[in-house]
Nanobody, 124 residues
């Protein structure tokens, strides 16, 4: 059974940093791609980044390029989203997700497994 457990969210002031973690079980990073998404109230889910053994790391959202970095620790079966220079508009629930092919994708319908989400709130 594939499971993803996201954590690390919280309340932070604008300009601050957070590191989100996503512990993945039940799959091999060699065979899957892992993505980070976020969804703010009343808005559509937004793809932030994706990492895979074939595609490397791809960033999708222009709004986070240069501020957010995705990394992985295969030995710990964990992917991270390092978020710097946070802004109030980054406030959202952040999700990690996995797709069962090792190719990156920005489309949430391509992902088969989802974590429960972690809330990030950035105060001004």
């Amino acid at each position: 059974e594939v499971q993803l457990q996201a954590s690390g969210g919280g309340l932070v002031q604008a300009g601050g940093s957070l590191r989100l973690s996503c512990v993945v079980s039940g799959l091999s990073f060699d065979d899957y791609a892992i993505g980070w998404f976020r969804q703010a109230p009343g808005e559509e889910r937004e793809a932030l980044s994706c990492i895979s053994s074939i595609g490397g790391t791809t960033y999708y959202a222009d709004s986070v390029k240069g501020r957010f970095t995705m990394s992985s620790d295969n030995a710990k079966n964990t992917v991270y989203l390092h978020m710097n220079s946070l802004k109030p508009e980054d406030t959202a629930v952040y999700y990690c997700a996995a797709r069962d092919v090792p190719n990156t994708s920005a489309s949430d319908i391509d992902y088969h497994y989802w974590g429960q989400g972690t809330q990030v709130t950035v105060s001004s």
